[in-house]
């Protein structure tokens, strides 16, 4: 089984900083990509940031220059380093991973998992 526990999550001042982490775990062969993902309520889930194996970023026009992605390979982990945080951006953020896995014998395509969301909160 793979879990993606996010965490860093919570209430913050416009303008202020929150760092979100999303630690993947289970029979892990390789992870293709990594990213951030915000759903609002009534709105579709939107692409934050994510990042591939190579180190390739993509962020949303909305957060360019304030957020930055990155990840620890050896932890399975992806980061999410939000500045100057805004209003708007206030809503729920779930992590996703693009992973092959290994079942024993031999490994798996490739396949998106999604954390359970952790809640980012802006307001004075």
């Known amino acids: 089984q793979v879990q993606l526990v996010e965490s860093g999550g919570g209430l913050v001042q416009p303008g202020g900083s929150l760092r979100l982490s999303c630690a993947a775990s289970g029979s892990i062969f390789s992870i293709t990509a990594m990213g951030w993902y915000r759903q609002a309520p009534g709105k579709e889930r939107e692409l934050v940031a994510a990042?591939?194996?190579?180190?390739?970023?993509d962020y949303a026009d909305s957060v360019k220059g304030r957020f930055t992605i990155s990840t620890d390979n050896a932890k399975n982990t992806v980061y999410l380093q939000m500045n100057s945080l805004k209003t708007d951006d206030t809503t729920v953020y779930y992590c996703?991973?693009?992973?092959?896995?290994?079942?024993?014998?031999?490994?798996?395509?490739?396949?998106?998992?999604w954390g359970k969301g952790t809640q980012v909160t802006v307001s004075s």
């Open positions: 990042i591939t194996s190579g180190g390739s970023t």
């Open positions: 996703n991973a693009d992973l092959k896995l290994w079942d024993g014998l031999k490994t798996t395509g490739i396949t998106g998992y």
